[in-house]
């Protein structure tokens, strides 16, 4: 019995990293490559002729319109496609920004094809892949659970301000508290959701509708 084909769009600016995926992935029965493109306008150029797409696997540093801006339009224009993260960026930075301009999972590129075929899998699936480089400890956070847990509103502004750019002491500036009121806000948070990181933090803030993008 064939399994129905996971079309997908490959979008990076190496072309010899774009065309050599595309071979390994077409390697698998249940991938379809329906397209390439060197960044986020080629993108757009080319999207609107394949309706059938169901993924896109999105490089971050590409010119003309990078990862971030080109994540967050597909996410607008084409709810419905996913996307995963493919990177050479193991920063919080970068993966915060890929999660918040809506992609459903992040990978490096020096990930195996088996590993980054099973990633594709889940997010057709269920909608976002997680991984140790999103948090290990996310599963629990993102399960539909009766017993929500309840937070501060001191706590859900530390958890807003953690989806920055700013730094603990620097957040901790803005809230006009002291550094270690902080962390006892990132502590509390961290034990309540069983999350250890603040990428953590962020994605669940975001699965949740917590956080304002």
Known sequence: MQHPNIAIAIVDDHTLFRSGLASLLEEFDEIEVK??????IDLQSKINNHPDVQLVLM???MPVMDGFAATKWVKTNFPNVHVLALSMLEDEKAI??????????YMLKE????????????????????????SGRLLVALKDTDAKPIFSARELTFLQHCSTELTYKEIADIMNVSPRTVDNYRESLFAKLNIKSRTGLVVYGIK??????
């Open 111 to 134: 990930s195996t094809p088996s590993d980054l075929f099973a990633a594709i899998k889940v997010i057709v699936e269920k909608g976002f892949f997680v991984n140790e480089l999103v």
């Open 96 to 105: 915060i920004g890929m999660l918040k301009a809506g992609a459903g999972g």
């Open 35 to 40: 397209f390439e493109a060197i960044n986020g």
């Open 59 to 61: 490089d971050i540093n």
């Open 208 to 213: 949740n509708n917590l956080i304002t993008i």
